[in-house]
């Protein structure tokens, strides 16, 4: 691996090395502003797709993430902070403040026939954007949307950022595509063809950064940067994968166990508690038979990472270029834990290698449709199954559940469950001068609906109780601004629904059921890796917390499985 080596002390001065870059002479503090009707910071939301608790530098990854571990040594970085498992849900409550339930999405883009059920953001929420707006902020977003089903070009595109709250949008309406030729592509409310050279998070990157450079006036912005990497395709330029080239040699166990090693001396987790034993359905990695594919899925994996985090670097190069790195919050969190869903992963290679398929190429200018291309622009058939060298155009698969389970180091599970390996994210928040204790960490639970709570906060916004006539449900979360200043958030209960899987959690305790298993109870100070089930020796406490969970759900319009089907419309 070549890092097994890594001490804290190397950690600190990579730290410490991006802590000098960010705060180097000539970034000053950013003049009060004037003029717009907030005084408040400007505020960069940046989130990752699909990636686990221990990938970035500085949550224990090996990966290098230098920019991501600067904004962290200058800011705070919080160890329990959680999402809701799954893209769109994620989405849904990042950008209202709400329950994804609350907001119409508490699976994905079907209609399951119920409120909560919708798969379209609804009209009793206001998104981050639309508060912004109205407190005088200018409103970018570069990245995926993915919190409407209606992803055609022609529309309806009442839920399309513009229509959202936001004055300018670069990105995809869909939740998940090729990186070189992403469908539902679109500038503003028009959807486009990808340009010659194309690399979708680059171009997210650029586009944040152009946004930053054209923001004019003396008003604040708020900026939504969604990345999609690291969601499958494993798709990454040949430049970033070079890189990584034989640094996964030693396979997932040695992997696991390193990042385990660096999370404890960082302090991220309690050595207390135990590793999560590899998951059953994968092999030892001495026993893996395909270890040059399995290896190729992972450089690849760490290349997309990368090139996010250098994309990061440049947005934030804009931002200090204009004089505003002081006057900005920056967040960083992920919208779910790693996946171990093998798509286009298993089985023989299609179309077949050694029979050549005649496809026609696709027009520089045509829209592209299909979240899986069949074909390359120029004509070349889109390869999946087992064996498929990832990284190029003509690929289209996953990284698969061993690296997913190292991903997800030291928890249990993956994205669409909700014990702590499909919940829990970084959060990093960059603030100069806000955040009083640089380089720290924040043990408080947290929860995606805080965002909101804390945007209103900052920019002394207010929070509408009604919207274009419609009646607005009030925010569920609190600001994290105390914790800038190294004081406590007030304990409460967070709750998690998704597919059937459910918990709840209140202080140290949480309740937890894998669908469709029954409660589990677990004392996350003891064991946050929920390897010890309390439910029989703590009957009392399940008992406490079950009816929070219901009047929950109940509350939110959480309904049972089977969902309905969604109907036609
Ligand atoms: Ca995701």
Known sequence: ????????????????????ALSAPGCKAAPGLSGGKSKGPNIVLIMSDDMGFSDIGCYGGEIDTPNLDALAADGLRFTQFYNTARCCPTRAALMTGLYQHQAGIGHMMGDRGSPGYRGDLNNRCVTIAEVMKLAGYGTYMAGKWHVTPHTKPEGPKYNWPLQRGFDRFFGTIH????????????????????WEGFYYTDAISDYAAKFVNEHKGDNPFFMYVAYTAAHWPMHALEKDIAKYKGRYKQGWDVLRAERHAREKEMGLVDPKWELTLRDERVPAWDDEPLKEWNERRMEVYAAMVDNMDQGIGRIVEAIRKKGQLDNTLIFFLQDNGGCAEEYGSRGAIKPDPSKPVELKPMRPDELQTRMQPTVTRDGRPVRTGRGVMPGPDDTYIAYGKGWANASNTPFRLYKHWVHEGGISTPLIC???GHVKKPGTLCHDPGHLIDIMATCVDVAGAEYPTTYQGNSIQPMEGVSLSPTFRGKPLAERAIYWEHEGNRAVRVGKWKLVSKHPGGWELYD??????????????????????????????????????????????
């Open 1 to 20: 691996m070549g890092t097994s080596n890594w001490t804290r002390r190397d950690f600190l001065k990579v730290l410490g090395a991006g802590a000098a």
């Open 175 to 194: 939740g998940a595509g090729s990186f070189y030729d992403p469908n539902s592509l679109t500038l503003d409310n028009t959807q486009i063809p990808r």
């Open 430 to 432: 960059h603030w100069p």
């Open 524 to 569: 996350l100070e003891q064991d946050r890796t929920e390897m010890h089930d309390l439910a029989a020796e703590h009957p009392e406490k399940a008992q406490e917390l079950k009816p929070l969970y219901e009047a929950w759900a109940d509350r939110c319009g959480v309904r049972p499985l089977p969902l309905k089907k969604p109907k036609k419309s």
